[in-house]
């Protein structure tokens, strides 16, 4: 590119069109003059040959993507992060860009949004081969085009009548290797313990061992007896995930015989499928998080999982489970925070999905979790520390409910705990009361966990 | 887990019975006892809690993952790769960790392989927060559930009539913003120059402003022209890229209007919808590579790109084009010699992908590339190298012609280009010969293609 050619690919933001575009952040390192490879980061997501040989055309008025703000955060360094590149052409710079991407170029269209926004003209642009998508900014008349959540936040706690308090979900487990039968008992049991929303773990599936007809019919029925017993609605999250063709069957056989939300794998599933998914959905749709960290684990490569959270909550996903707090979950604070408020902050005409960041989770979390999100618009996922509870899922369930209420009450968890002996039991099995999250899964071995579950009886 | 638990995650893998798991290969990196790490890997992507409590049950026997080698690659070093992970349990040891996944438990069915082999058991097992899937082997009971390739290597070669050389493709540039009629201009006069293939971009859709419906006639009406004028099988590959529910429907009306291949991207679409596509399709199913770089372009984390290629053929994709050689693309040469066997190795029943490697191609490319592959079975896939030619397309077709033609007559690309103008052309604008693959893209800077097609007449 020649030089002269540079300044199509720059723009004032507030000369734009905001309608017209999608604004994108991206951390970026590049070797040689920044401003040419913000340049070609544009060039190659947007117009990459912009006028055909012969031609005086230019298409980059209405098609190029542009540079609105280029930051250099640090440099000249001697080489790039993580090994990867050259550094051949010259010293490398750590920049922040902001780019606005004609959305026009391609619709409303999440596999061509992600094609646009992560795909060869942002991970191949020459001289930068370390970037990472950071943010994105849709404009009201793109958000339009898409469904959202059909319940969202308000329209799930209307279905559970649960209105002051964070919604209480539990993996069962064992998760995989049981047969229905006796996968609906340790559900019903957490029912009856207190549990909102008993839920399939994300790896189980429609197989010969444990078909999700079956499964469904007496979790279906198993919920139904929860709620008389109780007095309260419940839900049984089924999971679907399976080949997309197979969802929609699923969704109806599922929902026909007693499950009344489903899960499904956002990644491996895909967010375009969901989206298809959601214009025939019965029930709340709920996503979980396999085969994000791939590409969202590192601070400067990949896709932040921001972005992730908004394209789910914009796929449709009424509720969004995601890492959470605590070592385990290799995420830091802020950006656990940062995926909460992208699941319940303002988007246009899209409802807020109710962020659920789980990870290792037990009666002792619940508190450090609810501190650190500052609201109780959230859901808690517990798996061994409701089902691998000492004295089974009944139990532990209440050991959830009452962490909650010892926070309502302003008491410690060790001083409601004597009164509580299924927090108590709580406590002796998977730690000591964890004030500090950071601290939690450390002194509380998630290997510990499976013994108390696995050990004794 | 306590260390007498361990051992039901270990297994001798001569005894096991082979048809009944994924064989899968991880890079890991792992504070503590790397033993332990593994035996954690292995439950966290099975049966986390294998017995319910006050049961004894053990679901580990038919339900658990086992460790079938473990070899350490170095270590003790005093911190995680990348900056991940506390490392505060110990120091850090590089493993190399084969598995055996008993398929069973999800069944032959993307979105839960997916799920299974790199989602949350995989990147937040205790311990290891640097993790790389290298490799999986499937049993042939669980490759004979999938259809794989319609065509294949052979029937694309059957379609056009070409049998004795790689297959030689052609991005149509500018690749956004032009209509259909110019469009379908340039795709005329490259297949007259040469090409087998004129391609869509992977960032070209159907949008108002060039229909796909209206696309694929035009090019469906030049492709027949050519094929008239040349006497020869021509291809027009349309991207059809675009919500999961719209597939179907675009296939068939690109395919009634002349489209005679179809392009999708295959992550961002999923690769689950292509499965769904396979069952459906008429004509050759052609992957592209968006948002497969951030899972995979660094050494020590994430997915290796040949498992990607390996689940693009299993799904049914008869081409699979892929980051290729050179510094610009990000990719050792093993790694792309790695995905190109794993299109053409053989994989039970599933037919070969012609592999199509790619990046900043031009005539100067193909016979390093042909060279470091070691095999006609390949397409070769230049953009502006065609399309940005000083002479325009038809010459820029030919270039690459004639670049096959000297390494068939064994002479240099410098002598044949005395005899070929449309040659010599291309080495003036993109660059010197290019005898070693690795120089070409930095001594002939991709800018410089945008200037010869952007610039003079």
């Known amino acids: 590119m020649k030089a002269s050619d540079w300044a199509g690919f720059f723009a004032d933001e507030a000369s734009l069109d905001r309608e017209a575009y999608l604004f994108l952040d991206y951390y970026l390192e590049c070797s040689g003059d920044p401003e040419l490879a913000a340049a070609h980061f544009c060039s190659e997501q947007s117009t990459a040959q912009w006028r055909r040989v012969g031609s005086d055309e230019d298409l980059r008025p209405r098609f190029g993507a542009r540079v609105v703000d280029l930051q250099i955060l640090d440099g000249p360094r001697p080489e790039f992060s993580?090994?990867?590149?050259?550094?051949?052409?010259?010293?490398?710079?750590?920049?922040?860009?902001?780019?606005?991407?004609?959305?026009?170029?391609?619709?409303?269209?999440?596999?061509?949004?992600?094609?646009?926004?992560?795909?060869?003209?942002?991970?191949?642009?020459?001289?930068?081969?370390?970037?990472?998508?950071?943010?994105?900014?849709f404009p009201e008349t793109y958000l339009a085009c898409f469904q959202g959540?059909?319940?969202?936040?308000?329209?799930?706690?209307?279905?559970?009548?649960?209105?002051?308090?964070?919604?209480?979900?539990?993996?069962?487990?064992?998760?995989?290797?049981?047969?229905?039968?006796?996968?609906?008992?340790?559900?019903?049991?957490?029912?009856?313990?207190?549990?909102?929303?008993?839920?399939?773990?994300?790896?189980?599936?429609?197989?010969?061992?444990?078909?999700?007809?079956?499964?469904?019919?007496?979790?279906?029925?198993?919920?139904?007896?929860?709620e008389v017993a109780t007095g309260v609605p419940k839900i049984y999250l089924a999971n679907i995930t399976d080949e997309v063709d197979r969802l929609v069957e699923l969704h109806d056989r599922a929902v026909a015989r007693g499950a009344n939300a489903l899960l499904i794998n956002a990644m491996p599933t895909g967010l375009s499928a969901v989206r298809m998914l959601r214009k025939h959905a019965q029930v709340p749709l709920m996503a979980h998080f396999p085969f994000i960290a791939p590409f969202a684990r590192l601070e400067r490569f990949g896709v932040h999982t921001r972005v992730f959270t908004k394209l789910q909550r914009l796929a449709g996903y009424d509720v969004i489970i995601m890492p959470g707090f605590g070592p385990r979950m290799?995420?830091?604070?802020?950006?656990?925070?940062?995926?909460?408020?992208?699941?319940?902050?303002?988007?246009?005409?899209?409802?807020?999905?109710?962020?659920?960041?789980?990870?290792?989770?037990?009666?002792?979390?619940?508190?450090?979790?609810?501190?650190?999100?500052?609201?109780?618009?959230?859901?808690?996922?517990?798996?061994?520390?409701?089902?691998?509870?000492?004295?089974g899922p009944r139990a532990g369930a209440a050991s959830i409910r009452q962490a909650w209420e010892a926070i309502v009450a302003g008491e410690t968890l060790e001083e409601w705990a004597k009164r509580h002996p299924e927090?108590?039991?709580?406590?002796?099995?998977?730690?000591?009361?964890?004030?500090?999250q950071a601290a939690s899964p450390q002194s509380s071995d998630p290997a510990s966990e499976a013994n108390a579950a696995g050990g004794d009886s």
Chains 1, 2 share one sequence.
């Open 82 to 137: 993580y090994g990867v590149g050259s550094g051949s052409d010259g010293p490398v710079m750590a920049c922040r860009l902001r780019i606005a991407h004609p959305h026009g170029n391609f619709g409303p269209r999440l596999p061509n949004l992600l094609s646009a926004i992560c795909g060869e003209g942002t991970f191949f642009s020459p001289g930068a081969p370390i970037v990472k998508l950071l943010d994105i900014e």
């Open 149 to 226: 959540p059909q319940f969202g936040v308000a329209g799930l706690r209307e279905r559970l009548q649960v209105h002051d308090r964070p919604i209480f979900f539990g993996v069962i487990k064992p998760n995989i290797g049981l047969p229905p039968e006796a996968f609906a008992e340790l559900g019903y049991e957490s029912w009856l313990g207190g549990l909102d929303i008993a839920k399939d773990d994300e790896m189980l599936t429609d197989t010969d061992w444990c078909p999700l007809d079956r499964r469904a019919e007496l979790l279906g029925e198993a919920r139904r007896r929860a």
């Open 330 to 391: 290799h995420m830091t604070d802020d950006e656990v925070r940062a995926c909460a408020t992208a699941c319940l902050e303002p988007m246009g005409p899209i409802k807020p999905s109710l962020p659920v960041p789980g990870g290792s989770d037990w009666a002792g979390t619940l508190r450090p979790l609810y501190e650190k999100l500052g609201t109780v618009d959230f859901g808690f996922v517990p798996g061994r520390g409701v089902f691998g509870h000492p004295m």
């Open 423 to 436: 927090l108590s039991a709580a406590i002796a099995a998977f730690g000591r009361p964890a004030h500090d």
